[in-house]
């Protein structure tokens, strides 16, 4: 399965932006998928994560309420849409997948996309 993430963008802060990760390849509808983003000299951290069947999401503390992680399987993607940006949400965002169940630990996923630039100015 082959993972693409898109939908970066510089915004001023308390914008919006839609992230989307497209996925291709087989049994991807079995595939829990994690949003991970990483700032400049920083560790990568757990953003969002949304489990096989959508029934199941988990967000960080620091984009509960802000952010709103949804998928499309008739569309093999997964969004990660984000309000109220703050300049501390910027950095390239990351989709990975793992299968069925949801993780925080990127260890735990297999597969990642390529990354998407967010940068929120204030």
């Known amino acids: 399965v082959q993972l693409q993430a898109s939908g970066g963008g510089l915004v001023l802060a308390g914008g919006s932006l839609r992230l989307s990760c497209e996925r291709s390849?087989?049994?991807?509808?079995?595939?829990?998928v994690g949003w991970f983003r990483q700032a400049p000299g920083k560790d990568r951290e757990f953003v969002s994560a949304?489990?096989?069947?959508?029934?199941?999401?988990d967000y960080a503390d620091s984009v509960k309420g802000r952010f709103t992680i949804s998928r499309d399987d008739a569309k093999n993607a997964v969004f990660l849409q984000m309000t109220s940006l703050k300049p501390e949400d910027t950095g390239v965002y990351y989709c990975?997948?793992?299968?069925?169940?949801?993780?925080?630990?990127?260890?735990?996923?297999?597969?990642w996309g390529q990354g998407t630039l967010v940068t929120v100015s204030s």
């Open positions: 990975a997948k793992r299968l069925y169940s949801m993780s925080r630990n990127p260890r735990d996923y297999d597969s």
């Open positions: 390849g087989r049994n991807s509808s079995r595939h829990a």
């Open positions: 949304i489990n096989w069947s959508g029934g199941r999401k």
